[in-house]
């Protein structure tokens, strides 16, 4: 039975993108069926950061509407054939999904697929509403900033209240906190809030912090998710994540401050 | 929102209105028939006849209509205060039984927030709550922009988040974190109070009388404390000092 991950914040430009894409890709090269589905209709990005905007056809309102098949819309990954990408369309508004219609795309995805990620709209109208509605795990992508833990907040009260599974009063929807733009030395000045600070507001499970990192940036304008620069801090970040998420016991990482080379050799403090 | 507490020349206040809770016994009924219940009742009585005497008591007929029997409300009247019983109530009645009941000037209770049915109670709210006579539970974290109300008391044993809103008619005990709105005694009940492990809260109300975040002072906040109202005053106690 696929496992249904919504990828979600409230607030906009936390990461939300980056994050579903870099966790599909994650899935994918671990060897599980993937999908990835861009719920941002009308300000359609996923397929940017995937690399795959030129192979897009048709979309994900089409195949809601019944005006193309899902094999037809599903865009298959240059890096990983595990992996399908479901755009959104960019000429529509949110409108045009319907609880019906996500609901028997998901279920017909379910089928093929092990993993469906769900890249939620910023926002809690209803594009992310459809998003997070039927899944089964939450990602809770926050920046160490007050407001984006309100948002998330906020979220997750929608979570426990107007998903599938509280409607239906099955077993609540998981959720993981993945903590991103976390910069060590601007909260060792008081800055931003620490990883202590966010769950102590937000009391869920950390699954990782990802660093703020000049290597996200790259990777967004080349169109390829970020987990695949294997040597960048957030590669990395989003690559202990993934594990983690699929039972594996990693370390906290990224979350201290990094040591120079000399402070390295020298044992530092 | 406090009351204007100076009297005028001509009139002083001489009654108040205030809300008490008092545990009365509940006649549940299966039958209708008057003779089968006055003989169990005689039954009954005689077991503790003192616990009986003048006392008051209310009928509850839910299931009787749950079966479709009707019951003719004068004439059990009549064989209740037979043994000295003073029905003050009647309880799951159908309109015409209701209607009756009010004629012999017996008041009507709704059936709400009892547990007396059988029926197994749907639970709608996704925060696990589990009503528990008068109070209602929540283990889950009451998240920004939720909002909870109940009837009775207030038990919650995770955190109140910036932005929540949680009212109760009685008490509220937070064993966590309270960092967003928190009203006790929201239909007027000036002895309701507030109990929270950590107070963070950006407003506090006990029976309409409110203190905002920054009313608190920095004494008591991030405390264990209890709030309570005294002559139109809130006060914020640390519970340790009690």
């Known amino acids: 039975m696929a496992r249904i991950i919504v990828v979600t914040s409230g607030k906009g430009g936390v990461g939300k993108t980056t994050t579903s894409a870099a966790i599909a890709m994650g899935l994918a090269k671990k060897g599980h069926k993937t999908a990835v589905i861009d719920f941002d209709v009308g300000l359609r990005n996923l397929d940017l950061i995937m690399g795959c905007e030129r192979r897009v056809v048709y979309d994900f309102v089409n195949v809601i509407n019944g005006e193309a098949s899902l094999n037809q819309a599903l865009i298959r990954d240059k890096h990983c ?40 709209p910023a926002g809690i109208e209803k594009g992310a509403h459809l998003a997070m509605y039927f899944a089964d795990d939450a990602f809770v992508v926050t920046n160490p900033e007050v407001s984006s833990v309100r948002d998330s907040d906020r979220m997750l009260g929608l979570l426990s209240s107007k998903s599938r599974r509280a409607e239906q009063n099955e077993e609540p929807i998981k959720e993981y906190l993945l903590l991103s733009r976390y910069a060590p030395d601007r909260v060792k000045l008081g800055d931003m809030l620490s990883v202590d600070d966010v769950q102590d507001i937000l009391s869920l499970h950390l699954l990782g912090v990802i660093p703020e990192s000049k290597s996200v940036l790259t990777a967004s304008n080349s169109g390829v998710p970020v987990i695949l620069d294997e040597k960048s801090d957030a590669g990395q970040a989003y690559a202990d994540i993934v594990a983690r998420y699929l039972g594996e016991e990693r370390p906290h990482r990224f979350i201290d401050e990094k040591k120079g080379l000399f402070g390295k050799l020298f044992g530092g403090k | 929102m406090s009351t204007d507490s100076q009297n005028t020349p001509h009139s002083t206040s001489v009654l108040e209105f205030k809300s008490s809770t008092f545990s009365v016994p509940v006649l549940v009924l299966s039958n209708n028939d008057l003779d089968a219940i006055e003989q169990q009742l005689q039954k009954k009585i005689q077991l503790a006849p003192e616990f009986f005497k003048n006392s008051p008591i209310v009928f509850d007929v839910q299931e009787l209509n749950a079966q479709k029997i009707d019951i003719d409300i004068a004439a059990l009247a009549n064989v209740i205060r037979k043994f000295g019983l003073m029905p003050i109530g009647i309880r799951g009645g159908n309109e015409q039984q209701a209607k009756s009941a009010l004629d012999l000037h017996i008041p009507v209770y709704s059936i709400h927030n009892n547990l007396s049915s059988d029926a197994p109670k749907q639970q709608k709210n996704t925060t696990q709550t589990t009503e528990i006579s008068s109070a209602t539970l929540i283990t889950q974290p009451i998240r920004s922009g939720q909002r909870i109300y109940a009837k009775g008391d207030l038990i919650i044993m995770a955190q109140v988040s910036a932005g929540a809103e949680i009212m109760a008619e009685g008490n509220i005990h937070i064993y966590n974190t309270l960092r967003g709105r928190a009203l006790a005694g929201v239909q007027g009940n000036p002895d309701a109070r507030i109990f929270c492990f950590d107070l963070q809260a950006e407003l506090i109300s006990i029976a309409g009388n409110y203190k905002i975040s920054e009313d608190i002072k920095d004494s008591t906040r991030n405390k264990p404390v209890q709030i309570y109202l005294e002559e139109h005053t809130l006060f914020i106690q640390d519970i340790r000092e009690h």
């Open chain 1, 81 to 120: 054939d595990q992996l399908y990408i479901l755009p959104a369309s960019q000429t529509r508004d949110k409108d045009a999904l319907t609880q019906e219609g996500v609901g028997k795309v998901l279920e017909d995805l379910a089928k093929d697929f092990q993993y469906i990620v769900c890249d939620s």
